[in-house]
């Protein structure tokens, strides 16, 4: 109970004025396209050269709080996800906003988020040293496990058919692969020079999501739009409230999914949203209400991408092992003060690291309060008229891709891939599934192409990665998933009948 | 954000800028192949802060991240597109550009560029468990001797620091090692060896310094020609037994594309090495357990020219 001491660090002026401009600021960087919890985070360190390291580390935990929780506005307003993290806000929070219940959802993705990521937190007060033998425990083979896991979701992932949903996946799955390939060292599928890098995460994102809204909305033309018009409903907080605690499932799927991948080196935040998504869809008893609007969805999402903030500070602080991009950054944040990761940590500077994980509390109250004082105003975004709106949405998609490393090539993969997008989704293929393949081919390809190397020195690939409780653990939860969404898609065929 | 500020300001005062003035009359940018947060970066940020001051380059150092595929995406960018006139400089990192550009496939060699200065010197370590049976690099060769082909050890990817020394190890010792390159790069290779995935690894010093600290992992054997002041009690590969060289050592520093003018390379080579030596830098760098090396424009042109001998050697008929 030792961080109850250090509170009082906390509550003085200057770290509490951090505090608030850093969830103010957090909330603004993370609401906008292109600006990533990482970038945000990375952008700030510079600051804190010249300030003490409490008051550094204040900052970034603030920061590094709200960016995750703050792209869920643009995710839900506009269906630009932040950050890989809010691709599944946007599945259900957007057609909310469309029916104009964007402030609800707002408030719902704030209020989860704020239950998710304080239960991180507590997970990593109360159970960092435990956690971080568990975090040791995922070796290669599991990490590669856990992105087929991720590959089961994608044919479930929107309500369309399932082969569609795989195919869209494969496509993500092969423009991963673009790019210079670091373990085998050759280049594949180089075109362009811009490919050089491979197709960049974010710059993909933005393109997939805003450009078919951009082309479908110019499309309509000017006269449509004052039929539209949609009229914003108000919600009260308090219902709001009620609503989050009334779908315990959800959110404790959410929250639970979202601390256990947090906590897993190399995995990071960028798949919980959406296995907490699918999982929550499975194990409610309304599964045909996920993707026309319905709370659960937000509230899954929304929890899981906030508690895997605290457990994925456990391996840098306990192994000094990044194990985000995110973490590697604020690893540079210690160490420009002098203080090193490792078990000894809390022993040798509880006066730093306590504020640092208490600020991450604070700040994720503050989050809350100053997100639900945006979400009245912001929900008013749909009431823009299209036209307007598309210009706007273009003009944020072309910042934000070019924003992440200053470069054309980004824009034109942005550009490319949304054009893509758009003739796809014409023939019922979606993005969510095909960004989730991006995501995971990477993962899935470098730790089976890493093990079977490290297998070759041990007792063969088969042997690697199907013997230990792991693994067996893994493969059975890869069978089940396959099996629940077979079995579900047999039953809605015969209820057709 | 605040790069994009530096932008807007860069351009702002590119307009209104006196013709007459001179080098340098607007901010520079220094372009990083890898990404924010990330060891170089972080020492590029560190080592650039006082530029600022009115004895050095008087204007502040912008950094820009190109990141992908091991820093050739940005020497790509750097060696084609970047300006020559002064306002765009690079940052390198030793051995990796020049490994990189005799396996093949990019658009550059030492002679895209012009190096300015040397900040930092960031040796390989071989490292293992901190339950390792292995004490010295001579219990990992003997193993490796009995086993051919069976001592898993990991690094950063292939073509970089570690990768050379890997090789280099290997072809001292004669022995056939395994190197697993790791996509997570040197914090997915130290995590493969404090897990106990793998037998051993190559890693950064800076990294493996802090790593035993936190009391994960040995420290056997370090791949530069002196012992290093981060860890006085560790022997280096040559007193080992071991003839492996410095050529691994990731050096860093900065550089301007060929054909940048004589007198803005002057004026660079004659500041940058006194910036770096400037004693916020050094503090900082000092905190963070970032070995330092200023080495100037002649002095990195020599380490150069010996890198690409060097390395043309280890990597022939790989």
Not at chain 1, 289 to 294: E, L, M, N, R, S
Not at chain 1, 315 to 330: H, K
Not at chain 1, 437 to 444: N, Q, R, T, V, Y
Not at chain 2, 110 to 118: G, K
């Amino acid at each position: 109970m030792d961080f109850i001491f250090y509170f009082g660090e906390v509550f003085t002026l200057t770290s509490m004025l951090l505090l608030i401009g850093g969830t103010i600021g957090g909330l603004i960087m993370g609401a906008t396209p292109g600006l990533s919890p990482t970038m945000t985070v990375a952008l700030l360190i510079p600051f804190t050269f010249n300030m003490t390291p409490v008051h550094g580390l204040i900052l970034l935990g603030a920061a590094y709080t709200s960016t995750v929780a703050g792209g869920a506005v643009s995710a839900i307003l506009l269906k630009i996800p932040g950050a890989p993290a809010n691709i599944a806000t946007t599945l259900d929070g957007h057609t909310m906003a469309k029916k104009g219940e964007g402030a609800k959802a707002l408030q719902l993705s704030f209020i989860s988020s704020l239950i998710g990521g304080l239960f991180g937190v507590f997970l990593l007060i109360f159970l960092t040293p435990e956690l971080a033998k568990l975090a040791n425990e995922f070796k290669t083979p599991h990490v590669f496990w856990l992105a087929i896991i991720g590959v089961t979701v994608i044919g479930s992932l929107e309500a369309g058919s399932v082969v569609k949903g795989l195919l869209s996946g494969c496509i993500g799955m092969w423009l991963a692969t673009i790019g210079f390939d670091d373990i085998q060292g050759v280049k594949r599928f180089v075109f362009h020079p811009a490919l050089g890098g491979g197709v960049n995460i974010i710059p993909a994102l933005i393109g997939l999501f805003a450009i078919p809204q951009v082309i479908t909305m110019f499309s309509k033309g000017r006269f449509q739009t004052d039929m539209e018009q949609i009229q914003v409903k108000k919600h009260p907080i308090a219902a709001a409230f009620r609503e989050v605690f009334s779908r315990k499932r959800a959110l404790a799927i959410g929250t639970g999914i979202g601390s256990i991948i947090g906590l897993i080196p190399g995995v990071g935040g960028q798949i919980a949203g959406l296995l907490a998504y699918d999982q929550a869809k499975k194990f409610s008893p309304e599964k045909a209400k996920f993707g026309t609007g319905h709370s659960e969805g937000v509230i899954a999402a929304e929890s899981a991408n906030n508690a895997m903030v605290g457990p994925s500070l456990v391996p840098l602080l306990i192994l000094s092992i990044p194990g985000s991009p995110t973490a590697a950054v604020l690893l540079g944040g210690l160490v420009i003060h002098g203080i090193f990761p490792g078990p000894n940590l809390f022993i040798e500077y509880p006066e730093v690291i306590w504020p640092f994980i208490n600020s991450m509390l604070i700040g994720q109250i503050l989050m809350c309060i100053f997100g639900i004082y945006i979400a009245s105003l912001a929900a008013r975004v749909a009431q823009v008229p299209q036209s307007v709106m598309a210009a706007v949405v273009l003009g944020l998609a072309l910042f934000g891709s070019y924003a992440v490393q200053q470069s054309m090539g980004d824009v034109y993969v942005m550009a490319v891939l949304g054009t893509m997008m758009y003739f796809l989704e014409r023939f019922g293929f979606s993005a969510a599934p095909l960004v989730l393949g991006l995501i995971l081919g990477p993962i899935a390809e470098s730790n089976f192409v890493s093990g079977s190397l490290m297998a070759s020195a041990q007792d063969g690939t088969f042997a690697f990665f199907f013997t230990g409780g792991l693994n067996i653990l893994l493969v059975s939860i890869v069978v089940l998933s396959i099996g629940l969404s077979l079995w579900s898609e047999i039953t809605a065929k015969e209820t057709e009948r | 954000m605040k790069k994009i500020i530096a932008a807007l300001a860069i351009s702002l005062m590119g307009m209104s800028g006196a013709a007459q003035a001179e080098y340098p009359e607007r901010p520079v940018l220094l372009m990083i192949p890898y990404g924010a947060g990330g060891a170089t970066d972080f020492q590029a940020r560190i080592a650039t802060i006082p530029a600022g001051n009115e004895d050095m380059l008087g204007m502040p150092v912008a950094i820009i991240n190109k990141p992908g595929a091991g820093g050739r995406v940005g020497w790509n960018w750097f060696a084609n597109e970047a300006d020559n006139d002064g306002y765009t400089m690079g940052g390198y990192n030793v051995p990796h550009f020049i490994a990189q550009s005799i396996k093949g496939g990019v658009d550059y060699s030492t002679d895209s560029f012009e190096p300015i200065a040397n900040w930092g010197s960031d040796p390989a370590v071989f490292v293992v468990g901190k339950d390792s049976a292995f004490n010295s690099m001579a219990d990992v060769v003997a193993f490796a001797k009995a086993n051919p082909g069976k001592l898993t050890f990991s690094g950063a990817g292939l073509f970089v620091g570690h990768h050379i020394a890997a090789l280099q190890i290997e072809k001292a010792a004669g022995v056939k090692m395994l190197y697993i390159p790791n996509k997570s790069g040197g914090a997915g290779a130290m995590k493969a060896v404090v897990s106990g995935e793998v037998l051993g690894g190559v890693n950064n010093l800076s990294d493996a310094f802090r790593a035993q600290a936190a009391g994960t992992i040995k420290i056997l054997g370090v791949a530069d020609l002196e012992r290093n002041a981060f860890l006085p009690d560790v022997p280096t590969m040559m007193e080992q037994g071991l003839d492996v060289d410095d050529t691994s050592v990731n050096f860093r520093g900065v550089m301007v594309p060929k054909g940048t003018p004589q007198a803005v390379i002057d004026k660079l080579a004659a500041t940058v090495p006194a910036m770096f030596a400037h004693k916020r830098v050094a503090q900082k760098m000092k905190a963070g357990g970032s070995p330092m090396k200023i080495m100037n424009r002649d002095e990195v042109l020599a380490m150069w020219a010996k890198r690409q001998v060097t390395l043309e050697a280890l990597l022939k008929g790989l």
